[in-house]
């Protein structure tokens, strides 16, 4: 155990402090489920992140004891290594303003790894996160039912009403999140949270039925979306976490819980043909969207690396170049790992793959503890953590997570949350002596 500084036990300091602390767990769960560029909160999203990082940092350094274990160091270094790295850019960068904006993106992760939040304050977060997703899967839902009355109905929550009704005619809904892809990444993290309740706590039946019924809605949700890689960041986190944490008891419960789904789904397809979407999109060989469609893209930050191998040209600046010397179009590469590469070159993708071996690693630890424990909140922080984690990694196969600040800041709380699971105990305040976020 390092302490570098030390974190003073403390009591709740009651109603006011208690009411910021729901206030903050439910703007936070907002901000990473519905903030996108299509809706009102975009506009204070980043501004959002920032104060609230801001506010937990100092308040964490005016305490006077906060706790750093070594597995907040572990992670620590990389990341500011990588900052550093990246400041080097700023002399040879082909977008000094791209890459400035992207570096406060890992500042926020550095900062992020300081602040002791404790098991508590991160189990009220995923709650939230949990039933905040349930109502923009019933959002989505109604888009579909409601269509073009849907936009002119909340058209003082979407920005981009033209981007929504467009997707509507193409039969792709995300409802008030405005934005499908990000829809459909909120569908999925909200499923996690769901199945971690249903594997971590002790449920009574009507418990069950709930949480089977809330899934079934974030299942149909993500369907009505029409986004295909959702489904590998289902699967491919649900089947590693049956592999590494489920027991026998586990094992029962998941495969009655699938078949449900499997039913379920099978009947929506048949009785709502808006759901038929997903699976109508899956078997298409290429649209917009397809890995055809990108492989210009991808073509481009290939040739972007083989420029400047060693130290790239710049974080955010791929974008700069593939409207200049590519595509000729203003946009990412669609796969977040190849333009990494030619953005930082491989000396920054060395330390960026330590970073993710680190955190993941971290949370590996965090659920390897909790599968022994009898505590049932380190179970559920642990299991979402874990889930999360690795959808966000397999996004950025096709998408560009760490480029959103949303996304990505979704990523830094699943680290956190990891790190309170192997080294924040209860009596621990969340940001300072008092106890704010108790």
Not at 155 to 165: A, D, H, P, Q
Request: charged content about 15%; hydrophobic content about 50%; glycine content about 6%.
């Amino acid at each position: 155990m390092i302490k570098a500084l030390t974190l003073r036990d403390s009591e709740a300091t009651g109603t006011n402090s208690n009411r910021f602390s729901r206030f903050l767990m439910v703007l936070l769960a907002v901000l990473v489920l519905g903030g996108t560029d299509d809706t009102i909160i975009a506009k204070y999203q980043a501004y959002l992140f920032f104060i609230i990082t801001l506010y937990l940092f100092t308040k964490s350094l005016s305490s006077s004891n906060i706790v750093i274990n070594s597995n907040r160091i572990k992670s620590m270094l990389p990341v500011g290594l990588f900052i550093v790295l990246q400041l080097f850019s700023f002399f040879y960068t082909l977008s000094f303003t791209l890459t400035i904006r992207f570096i406060t993106f890992w500042l926020l992760f550095f900062a992020m790894l300081i602040i002791v939040i404790n098991r508590r304050f991160s189990h009220n977060l995923i709650s939230c996160i949990k039933w905040i997703s349930v109502v923009l899967a019933i959002s989505i839902i109604l888009s579909s039912i409601m269509k073009e009355d849907f936009v002119s109905v909340f058209s003082f929550w979407l920005l981009n009403k033209e981007r929504v009704i467009l997707d509507i005619y193409y039969g792709q809904y995300s409802g008030l999140v405005g934005d499908r892809a990000f829809a459909a990444i909120a569908m999925c993290t909200g499923l996690f949270a769901h199945i971690a309740d249903l594997f971590a706590n002790k449920q009574n039946a009507r418990s069950i039925l709930l949480r089977i019924g809330c899934m079934l809605l974030l299942i149909i949700a993500m369907m009505l979306t029409g986004k295909r890689i959702a489904l590998i960041m289902l699967l491919f986190p649900l089947l590693l976490t049956f592999m590494f944490f489920m027991n026998r008891k586990h094992r029962k419960r998941a495969i009655l819980i699938s078949v449900i789904v499997a039913v379920f789904v099978f009947l929506a397809t048949q009785y709502m043909p808006e759901s038929k979407i997903l699976i109508e999109r899956l078997m298409l060989s290429s649209d917009y969207s397809s890995v055809n469609g990108r492989l210009e893209l991808w073509n481009a930050a290939l040739n972007m690396f083989f420029e400047n191998p060693i130290l790239g040209q710049g974080l955010g600046s791929y974008n700069v170049y593939n409207y200049n010397q590519g595509t000729g179009q203003l946009q990412f590469a669609h796969n977040q790992y190849l333009q990494f590469l030619p953005e930082v070159g491989i000396v920054g993708s060395v330390v960026l793959v330590a970073i993710f071996i680190a955190s993941l690693r971290t949370t590996l630890l965090a659920l390897k503890e909790a599968k022994t424990s009898p505590d049932s909140q380190n179970k559920y922080i642990a299991v979402f953590s874990f889930m999360t984690q690795i959808s966000i990694f397999t996004y950025g196969l096709t998408g560009y997570p760490f480029y959103n600040l949303q996304q990505f800041y979704l990523y830094i709380l699943t680290i956190s949350f990891s790190i309170a699971v192997l080294g924040t105990n209860d009596s621990h305040t969340v940001i300072g002596r008092r106890g704010v976020l108790k």
